[in-house]
């Protein structure tokens, strides 16, 4: 997006490898914290800078490129990484240096890319990446050798352990920032007989490096007979996504309790501390209330992320998207859509990002079109809000959770529901007869304890971001407008329904009556029109302004349980599973898909589901 | 070691099939990779060139969909993917006969 802040005096080494080589290790391990992400210019591609302190002191900048196949795109990702290569990129400079990342146990495919990066004429170095889990396998590669049959340096790497990129940095310690000006490269794009051609010399070079025996049966291949078994297979994966929800609601308990502890304990103090004023009004009932509320799901989306990128480092990902293919491809979508879906139930944003891996163009719009109806983390917080008021901590058979089954029934609605939009959308204009799959099956890996953290602390800098400026300043808003106009004097109802968020309530109450949600639901909807887990904070700081004196401090959660029926609450769980209720998502598909059109449909349809699914629910739960 | 153009000749006389029809865990070299279809995407074949489904590889399903026996996985040299029927048929292999597992 913008310039990196890193001084652009040192020289810019450029990441390049095959999706899968661990470069993303590597790059972390080269950078630790000293990160920056942004997207391109233009693209929804994620820009990764970080800065490289060489043992001699300098500074050396580190652009970690999307993974690619080859220097002829056929993603997004690859025409990014292709054109920063080539210099094609007006806003970017070109690498000063290149390192090609390859995975030391996959040489047969990496070596391909290495020698059509050679043909840039860059200078460059090899990194042999994985080397540590090549020599367990008996493979053994003389660098030196494959150095010189290269005709490029060549490093042995371990991305995931400190101290394995030692012999890199001493390269790139001694790199230079060349003088002059850079010339455009030129490019020929290979004919099938070339890409031939580059294998036969790969397999050349294999063999003179004495690493060209293909082995029998992996223990990759061994787990893979058991996890894409027919049968065996998607059991392991229904277990696995149970487990990890069942995991975000029983682990999160103790954190969660302890986080409201402290918010309250903290609201009382400064309630018993400060004198009566608006200072005191905003800073309690507006800030603590509405972001402490908002705060205390901090982790469960911790430890969803956490299963999210285990899943993912292990290479199991990838497995389930394959498990899945023949579910997502009855109703018009690649198995590819997997992973994007999969990373809209943490937010749908990063989802939609997602799906520019999708090579065609209607697979990816549809897979666009439904991410929001994956349950993002941003809906658990109203969830586990209304479930944890109005569904009884109960064990079922086997000691399962009833909170957790419903729960778990919630984003298995989301899920059907997205099927059946998916089919309709496919339905709908000329059918594809060929939808690619082409899905990598990388070999497992255990997950990595830095890169798990380094992707963690991402999500939860994310998050907290979120809650101190979106939430904080919406928080504050809505308090302002839930305080004035003060109540007249000699008025008996409570103040917030003399205000002007009262009075917004007042007026939405009458399109919401008829799914039963009352006005501070009404009136708490309009603020989590910009994040759905503000709707939480709006309710909390609205049921705290109606609350009379001694209540102000309480928790949010018995409150509705008193002042709401079970239809209301289940009328709202189900508005919640389908309504287009983040701003920031509609925009990001305005970007995706440059046009106004597929966001405006995409609000139109969402609202429509939602009001007709709580209408439903709203009316079928009266009746009992 | 084999050049490449003998590894293709010991193919010359014996059956080919596409590799959507290969039986499960028979390992097989590939022969050629092109269209079977007109309507296929027309960058399908440099994808799986590059992707490693290249003349003289060594090829094996190592797994298969539930339903349709769709998509399969499949291990190409030292790499593995997924793919669909219609793709694996642009592929030509013939089995090796020694080595079956």
């Known amino acids: 997006m913008d310039a990196p802040s890193i001084p652009a005096s040192g020289p810019l080494i450029a990441l390049v490898g095959n999706p899968n080589c661990g470069k993303t290790a590597l790059f ?224 999160a308990q103790m954190p969660m309790d302890a986080i409201k502890a402290g918010v309250d304990g903290l609201g009382g103090w400064l309630g018993g501390l400060l004198p009566p004023s608006i200072f005191k009004g905003l800073l309690v009932d507006g800030v603590l209330a509405g972001v402490g509320s908002v705060l205390v799901f901090l982790p469960q989306i911790i430890i969803l992320f956490f299963f999210i990128l285990i899943l993912e480092d292990s290479g199991y990902l990838p497995r389930a998207a394959f498990l899945l293919d023949r579910i997502m491809g009855s109703v018009g979508l690649s198995g590819r859509a997997f992973i994007p879906l999969l990373s809209s139930f943490a937010c749908a944003i990063p989802g939609i990002m997602a799906t520019r891996t999708i090579q065609n163009p209607r697979d990816r719009l549809a897979t666009i079109m439904i991410a929001p109806l994956m349950t993002c983390s941003a809906r658990l917080p109203v969830y586990a809000l209304i479930i944890s008021a109005f569904i009884p901590q109960r064990s079922l058979w086997g000691g399962l959770q009833l909170q957790g089954l419903v729960l778990f029934a919630l984003y298995i609605v989301g899920v059907l529901s997205a099927m059946a939009v998916a089919f309709v959308l496919k339905r709908r204009g000329p059918g594809a007869r060929f939808q690619s799959l082409l899905l990598e099956l990388p070999a497992y890996h255990w997950p990595n304890l830095r890169n798990l953290m380094i992707g963690l602390w991402q999500r939860i800098e994310i998050f907290l971001t979120r809650v101190g400026t979106i939430i904080l300043a919406l928080m504050v808003i809505l308090w302002a407008l839930s305080s004035y106009p003060a109540p007249p004097p000699g008025a008996t109802g409570p103040a917030i329904q003399y205000s002007i968020a009262g009075h917004l309530g007042a007026a939405l109450a009458v399109l919401f009556a008829p799914i039963g949600f009352n006005w501070q639901i009404s009136i708490a909807l309009v603020p989590g029109l910009a994040a759905r887990e503000v709707a939480v904070g709006a309710l909390g700081t609205v049921y705290a302004l109606s609350a009379t004196g001694e209540n102000v401090g309480n928790a949010l959660t018995p409150l509705i349980a008193h002042s709401w029926s079970l239809p209301t609450a289940l009328s709202l769980l189900a ?37 007709a699914a709580s209408f439903i629910t709203y009316r079928i739960a009266s009746l009992f | 070691m084999n050049t490449p153009s003998r590894k293709h000749d010991s193919c010359a006389d014996r059956p080919h099939v596409g590799l959507s029809e290969l039986p499960s865990g028979t390992l097989a070299r590939v022969v050629s990779v092109g269209p079977v279809d007109t309507a296929a995407p027309p960058e399908l074949t440099r994808r799986l060139s590059e992707l490693g489904f290249l003349p003289g590889e060594l090829v094996r399903i190592v797994g298969r969909g539930l339903f349709s026996r769709e998509p399969i996985a499949v291990r190409v040299g030292t790499g593995t993917f997924a793919l669909r029927l219609f793709e694996a048929s642009c592929i030509r292999v013939c089995p090796e006969q020694t080595r079956t597992v």
């Open chain 1, 28 to 251: 972390n391990l080269l950078t630790g914290s000293r990160q920056k992400v942004a997207n391109y210019s233009g693209v929804t591609v994620e820009r990764k800078e970080g800065t490289l302190l060489t043992p001699s002191g300098r500074r050396v900048r580190i652009l970690d490129l999307p993974g690619a196949y080859s220097l002829d795109p056929l993603t997004p990702d690859e025409q990014v990484t292709a054109d920063i290569l080539l210099g094609r990129r007006a806003e970017e400079t070109q690498p000063d240096f290149v390192v090609c990342v390859t995975d030391a146990t996959n040489l047969r495919q990496n070596l391909r890319l290495v020698l059509s990066l050679k043909r840039l004429g860059l200078p460059m170095v090899v990194a042999l990446n994985m080397s540590d889990l090549a020599r367990r396998k008996g493979i053994a590669i003389d660098a030196s050798r494959l150095s010189k049959e290269l005709g490029v340096p060549v490093v042995a790497t371990v991305g995931v352990k400190a101290g394995g990129v030692r012999s890199l940095i001493a390269i790139l310690d001694g790199i230079d920032k060349p003088t002059g000006a850079r010339q455009a490269v030129e490019w020929h794009t290979p004919t099938a007989a070339d890409i031939e051609h580059d294998q036969f010399e790969v397999r050349r070079i294999l063999g003179a490096v004495g690493a060209d025996r293909v082995e029998g049966l992996t223990l990759s291949d061994r787990i893979d007979a058991i996890v894409l078994q027919p049968v065996l297979g998607p059991l392991i994966l229904a277990a696995v996504l149970f487990l990890v929800f069942q995991a975000v609601f029983a682990w």
């Open chain 1, 575 to 611: 508005w919640y599973v389908f309504a287009p209720q983040c701003l920031s998502t509609l925009a990001t598909v305005k970007r995706e898909t440059n046009s106004w059109r597929y966001p405006l449909i995409m609000a139109a349809y969402m609202f429509g589901l939602a009001y």
